[in-house]
């Protein structure tokens, strides 16, 4: 074939140098473990038991309130075909895994206390933290939410953190794995970057391994939604996760108390901003919580306060939040059977699709999908497995 132009190699290295900056500032989906929820737990309430505390709370609601398939299937919004297969699944759940993802909460949850309280705060979290552990009751993921710096909390933020981890060194010689810190309320990213540097120093003086101590932002504020790259950028490599915070971020745009919820629409503007912004650069999303809990024990209450709660799981699932935030023992019966029953349904039309496309690259069921669709069947029947929705060998998995 006859060309026209002798060389291209000027071309194609910058084409390389374009690529190389682009993989490493959007290096792809961490390919670890994603929790369903994460639950956040006032400092000052926190034992070693609290996991399988709010388990066996949330199993007695369960036996309760929904006693077979068919309440299951009425109490949450599950389809009734599901409802045997959902509830076996949630109490199975409750009893062995009732926390996926755990915060000790120093900041709104907690309150403002003196320093001294807040000391002996952290010093029984350091012990309760330490008395999980080895009992093995530490759930998959832990850690803390710290003070934010926007409203003059950054010394507080800072001393519970290394107070924290030095205690926890000193107890246990080491820190276990799965960490992770929650600072909130970011107004700035020069804060988020203050932040990581100190992490940075204090792995220096503590000696632990250059970037171990990695952290998640809460997308709170209306300065952090329009400056989310920037926030990313600032975390230097420590970002894992961005957490959307429904009921700041809607008392900032103006909402009255009463549409301060999840599925209000001016919340999908920053949820949108967060799917695009941080799409292929590692950091995990998930979204924010409801204050809906049961007035009372009555079945009538407690169902009121499942169907909406499992109602928004339904809503963040579907807008592609695979994780939300959980604040009371009524949310993880809800939090469980939303999320199984949304894996559980089409779940034969999945596995039908990716194994005809990992036989012969072609459709299933009179759909013509694409790579990036059977990518996301893939990662859903992860998700699947890895929260207990399907057993692991029911489905083949790439590796």
Request: some cysteine; overall charge negative; aromatic content about 8%.
């Amino acid at each position: 074939m006859k060309l026209t132009l002798s060389s291209l190699d000027d071309l194609s290295a910058r084409v390389e140098e374009a690529r190389a900056e682009h993989d490493r500032r959007f290096p792809g989906d961490p390919v670890e473990r994603q929790p369903v929820h994460t639950v956040y737990v006032p400092a000052d309430r926190f034992t070693a038991t609290t996991s399988t505390d709010l388990g066996a709370e949330a199993l007695r609601l369960l036996d309760a309130h929904a006693p077979d398939g068919a309440a299951m299937a009425g109490a949450f919004g599950v389809e009734a075909s599901l409802g045997d297969t959902v509830r076996e699944r949630v109490a199975a759940k409750l009893s062995r895994e009732p926390v996926e993802d755990l915060r000790v909460d120093f900041e709104d949850g907690y309150g403002l206390r003196d320093d001294e309280e807040e000391d002996g705060h952290v010093a029984r979290a350091v012990e309760s933290i330490a008395e999980a552990y080895e009992a093995r009751r530490l759930p998959y993921y832990w850690g803390l939410r710290v003070k934010s710096f926007a409203d003059g909390g950054h010394e507080r933020s800072m001393r519970t953190l290394d107070g924290f981890l030095t205690g926890l060194a000193e107890r246990l010689g080491k820190l276990p794995g799965g960490f992770v810190v929650t600072f909130p309320k970011v107004v700035t990213p020069e804060h988020v970057a203050i932040f990581a540097d100190f992490l940075a120093r204090f792995e220096e003086e503590i000696g632990l391994p250059d970037g171990m101590l990695r952290f998640e932002v809460q997308v709170e504020t209306t300065e952090s939604v329009t400056r989310l790259r920037d926030v990313v950028d600032a975390a230097g490599g420590r970002l894992n996760a961005a957490h959307f915070g429904v009921y700041d971020y809607t008392a900032a745009c103006g909402l009255p108390p009463s549409e301060q919820r999840l599925d209000h629409p001016s919340c999908e503007y920053a949820r949108h901003v967060m799917q695009v912004t941080l799409a292929g650069t590692g950091v995990r999303l998930s979204d924010g919580s409801t204050n809906i809990v049961p007035a009372s024990d009555d079945t009538k209450d407690v169902h009121r306060a499942w169907r909406r709660h499992a109602g928004l799981v339904r809503y963040s699932l579907l807008h592609g939040f695979h994780q939300g935030w959980d604040l009371h023992a009524a949310h993880l019966p809800s939090r469980f059977a939303a999320v199984y029953a949304f894996h559980l349904n089409g779940l034969d039309d999945a596995m039908g699709r990716v194994r005809a496309w990992n036989e012969n690259g072609q459709a299933a069921g009179g759909v013509m999908d694409e790579p990036a669709t059977i990518k996301a069947l893939n990662a859903r029947l992860r998700r699947a497995v890895d929260c207990g929705a399907i057993d692991a060998g029911a489905v083949t998995l790439p590796a």
